[in-house]
């Protein structure tokens, strides 16, 4: 709920406060005025199209944002469509409101971009079934088309004029991690530096590898990228040891690090010799030595690194297939989320048809923002989008009373505009408090409402949050639960994974082991943030596992420094102690999902040499899953 202090894109505020009145400016200079009619109508349809391709892109390669845009444009459009068709009373407009909210849920779980497009579905469904104008449906389409192509102009203006290539950033932003990380040792903020590097290891991943895999442009610059995250995980391994050991960080391997950041993001060439080979010191410092010396010599040659891209076959068609049906028929959340969407917009477009006050739409558009399908936290949307439209409402509804079919309104809505980029990373209350006058001075240009209008949309947002609130959310068991399980089985699952590659696999097997059970970590966080953001009682029985999850990485640590001394030269353990061990990490997996009553063996595992350690926090991470365990806390 606390609203961040995000920097200020100062790009994307010049884009948004240009590209979203611009439509509507023209039409108005057209038309002679503010003055009702089919120019004006136009101006709002592709303002309508404008603001949606403004708000798709986010910072991402060209390939993302584009996917981003088409994605909003196209679900806008067949929305503003749809919405045609659920105007009036009767059943009719009830069976498409449920269809079409059934298909957003389904469809906001492919990817972002769909997320992003299911949103606008709704969102234009819900405008269109209340939004009169003197145009026909193909005009109005039409013209929504030509502000959203007005505006993917800007957007790829913005992208041109931008100096640096999302791609490398991305991968230089992981060398910036690893030296945050390695002069973070021994304080405090360690574990917060590692957590951190895995989001930027994970994020370059994405970014990179995914646009490799599906893009046929670029494709040698993007593998040579994916080339150097492969050859960084020696580097990575070295790091997370060294800061698990608490040693201070060298300022020549600092140094080092830094100028490979700088020549992945095109600032200066890797000049000079590598940093020599280091013989003394600990085994986790000679391993980021040894790290560096492996990435310089890829950074430094095009020949190398072109050479470390790893092969990733190409997926099949059936297993897409099958990845987007896990995804959307076949997991128990996406259909879940798509009852609950459609059973509220269901009952938003009831009220919309006997509600007795003036646009009655705004209670279905107050419910489709709220629930939006991402599968985010349904309270803190509901009580930030309350706050934030009730605020917005009131700030819109005063400019219309003050400055009625005036010019300066546009003046107003480019102020609002301006605003959106910075606002949408500081809380979505706030982006609602910015977003809601702006279409409020839209629709209002067109059909101008009395002075109970304000009052009224007031009232048509509290029943939409309200909505949202009773059926969306306080109605469903598993809102009274903290939902953790699944993920923490997950983690578990790859930390066994990550421990039989570490000590029985070869280097990519461990490299791609480690990687999973990484990112299984930080969807745990996520997961963990999200609960977190819900009232009690799920905060509370979210934040008990708080303790599990840190263990788990202090867990996952432990296995990268023993994979560090065993390069270093200790001996490799015993296949009879991995495999001990690796049952102890099963057994806490049947804990979480037993409640702590599947095995009552509290004996400690014993382990020698390198796996000590490891056997140790594995101890500890059981410890904390029966002491934590729902059904041992409350002694049922």
Known sequence: ????????????????????????????????????????????????????????????????????????????????????????????????????????????????????????????????????????????????LAGAAWATLTALVQYWAEPLDP?????????????????????????????????????????????????????????????????????????????????????????????????????????????????????????????????????????ERAGAAAVRPEENRRARLRELADRTLASAESRSFAVRLALCMTIAEIARQNVPTERPYWVLLTVAIVLKPDFGSVFTRAVQRGVGTLLGVLLGSALLAFLPRSPWLLLAMACFAAVLPWARNASFGLFSVFQTPLIILLLDLTQPGGPGLVGARLVDTLIGCGIVLVFGYLLWPQTWRAPLDEALRDAALALDAFVEAAFTGDPSERRRARRRNYRALTELQTQLQRRLAEPPPISTRAAAWWPVIVQLERTSDAVTEAVIARREGEPGPDLAQVSVLRRAIRQLEDDVRSHGAANDDDAEIYAEGVLAPVAREVDAARRLVRETAPGRRTGS
């Open 1 to 144: 709920m606390r609203t961040k202090r995000p920097p200020v894109p100062w790009a994307d505020v010049v884009r948004f406060a240009v590209t979203i009145p611009a439509p509507l400016t023209v039409a108005v200079i057209v038309g002679g005025g503010v003055q009702p009619g089919p120019a004006l109508g136009a101006g709002v349809f592709a303002t309508m199209g404008a603001l949606a391709a403004t708000l798709a892109p986010q910072p991402a390669p060209l390939r993302d944002r584009l996917r981003r845009i088409v994605a909003a444009i196209g679900l806008g459009g067949i929305g503003l469509l749809a919405g045609q068709y659920a105007t009036g009373g009767g059943w009719q407009p009830v069976v498409l409101i449920a269809l079409i909210s059934a298909a957003a849920a389904l469809i906001s779980a492919v990817n972002a971009a769909l997320s992003l497009g299911a949103l606008q579905l709704l969102v234009y469904t819900a405008l269109a079934s209340g939004l009169v104008t003197p145009l026909p449906e193909w005009a109005e389409l039409a013209f929504f």
């Open 167 to 303: 791609d490398r950033t991305a991968v230089a932003a992981v060398f910036t991690r690893i030296a945050d990380l390695l002069r973070a040792s021994g304080t405090p903020r360690a574990e917060d530096a590692r957590r951190e590097l895995t989001t930027a290891l994970n994020a370059a991943y994405d970014r990179v590898i995914r646009s490799r895999s599906r893009s046929a442009g670029r494709t040698r610059e993007l593998s040579e990228l994916a080339g150097v995250l492969n050859a960084a995980a020696p580097l990575v391994e070295g790091a997370v040891a060294a800061a698990r050991a608490g040693l201070p960080a060298d300022p020549e391997d600092l140094a080092a690090i830094q100028a490979i950041a700088d020549a992945l993001r095109g600032a200066q060439d890797l000049g000079g010799e590598r940093p020599p080979e280091r013989e003394d010191g600990p085994p986790a410092a000679r391993a980021v030595r040894h790290g560096i010396r492996l990435i310089w010599n890829v950074v430094g040659d095009p020949e």
